[in-house]
């Protein structure tokens, strides 16, 4: 419990005399981002005790560990190239292992705190000449990197079950219920957005404008915790998800 304070100490210290720097710079920038409002909608892999596969999802009966998440954000900028996000996310985790005759479901509730780097924007474009007339092209344009780095604060609530596969593999029989547990966990997430705009959506989208980007996520959350199935197995360590999502961001000009 105290290295999880230090560490959370030391993250809160880190963001302050980031958003310090680039601030001092802020009144330099003219119509620059100033905060914007996001949501996604994704995929989550967990990598925990109770599996099937060490480094592959489970794609194979009686359980399938692909599971959807979606999450709203809110953004704020310091400066130009940094942004401060706070994130809520709603992901569920399954998984199974033959090996301990287990699976598991987990339905978590997640608060992300970031650190968000913009890159400046590449002016290469992909366009299709076919759409509406060759005058007119749909355009995806404006490519940025967007690494960022953070702290997860996740309230988890899961079921474990143990069961037996059926010989042909198709499905499992319960022989018990274990009793709802509940666990607060703290995480590290880091990963990558490419942010990118569509043009000439005007006549599909009439209140499209150019505040509107499209944005493909990819994160790794590395948790302090072995709980994350429900199932603490000492020779393991601490669990790890990914998240896979697609997103769109409204920033907003001051």
């Known amino acids: 419990m105290i290295k999880i304070t230090k560490i959370v100490k030391h993250s809160i210290i880190i963001a302050f005399f980031l958003t310090f720097l680039c601030s001092k710079n802020y009144a330099q920038f003219e119509k620059q981002n100033h905060w914007g409002l996001g949501i996604n909608y994704g995929i989550t892999i967990p990598f925990t005790d109770i599996k099937r596969h060490v480094f592959l999802p489970s794609m194979e009966a009686p359980i399938i560990s692909l599971t959807s998440g979606k999450g709203v954000s809110g953004f704020f900028f310091p400066s130009s190239n940094f942004s401060i996000e706070a994130e809520y996310n709603q992901s569920n985790f399954i998984g199974y292992s033959y090996k301990k005759n287990l699976d598991y479901k987990t339905v978590s509730h997640i608060i992300n705190l970031s650190i968000n780097y913009w890159s400046k924007p590449v002016?290469?474009?992909?366009?299709?000449?076919?759409?509406?007339?060759?005058?007119?092209?749909?355009?995806i344009h404006n490519f940025r990197l967007i690494p960022y780095l953070g702290l997860s604060f996740i309230r988890t609530k899961t079921k474990v079950k143990q069961t037996k596969e059926n010989e042909n593999g198709n499905g499992n029989q319960s022989y018990f219920d274990s009793e709802i547990t509940h666990a607060n966990i703290i995480g590290i997430p880091v990963g990558t957005k490419i942010l990118f705009q569509i043009s000439r959506l005007k006549p599909i989208i009439p209140a499209f404008n150019e505040n509107i980007h499209f944005f493909i996520n990819t994160s790794l959350t590395y948790t302090f915790s072995d709980k994350l199935d429900g199932y603490n197995d000492p020779d393991k360590g601490n669990d790890i998800f990914?998240?896979?999502a697609f997103g769109i961001i409204y920033l907003f000009k001051k």
């Open 242 to 244: 990914t998240y896979f």
């Open 123 to 139: 002016k290469t474009f992909i366009s299709s000449p076919h759409y509406f007339s060759i005058r007119n092209p749909l355009r």
